[in-house]
């Protein structure tokens, strides 16, 4: 049975736990939000784009954008903050890939050309 009200005995207790559950979910995106701040010290060119989509993310975020009181419980509001925090995660693993792969053509451009090559084509 779906219920479109939130109201009745255990309707504070319910609204309490989505809240809750959306607090904890955007406190693991600013988490993320710091890790991808790391991964981007010394990335290349397009190293703030992960951060500032976490931040993006993070500003809109269902814990602060969606209401729980109004309607079923804060459970959209749950659900909304779950895809977020996964999209968060995607995101930052796609960055540690990207930046696996620039340390990988790094080290390979340095055992070809010497590292005094290398790092003048990192500058330009």
Do not use: Y
Not at 28 to 40: K, M, Q, R
Not at 68 to 91: F, I, M, P, Q
């Amino acid at each position: 049975m779906i219920l479109f009200a939130c109201s009745g005995p255990g309707a504070f207790e319910a609204i309490r736990q989505n809240i809750e559950f959306a607090c904890d979910q955007a406190l693991i995106v600013g988490g993320l939000g710091v890790i991808s701040l790391g991964l981007a010290l010394g990335a290349g060119r397009r190293r703030w784009i992960v951060p500032g989509v976490l931040g993006m993310l993070l500003v809109l975020h269902p814990a602060w954008t969606i209401s729980a009181s109004k309607g079923d419980c804060g459970a959209t509001k749950a659900e909304a903050a779950l895809v977020v925090s996964g999209a968060a995660a995607l995101a930052i693993l796609v960055q540690a890939m990207l930046r696996a792969g620039l340390a990988v053509r790094r080290r390979r451009a340095a055992a070809r050309h010497g590292p005094n090559e290398t790092r003048k084509r990192e500058s330009d």
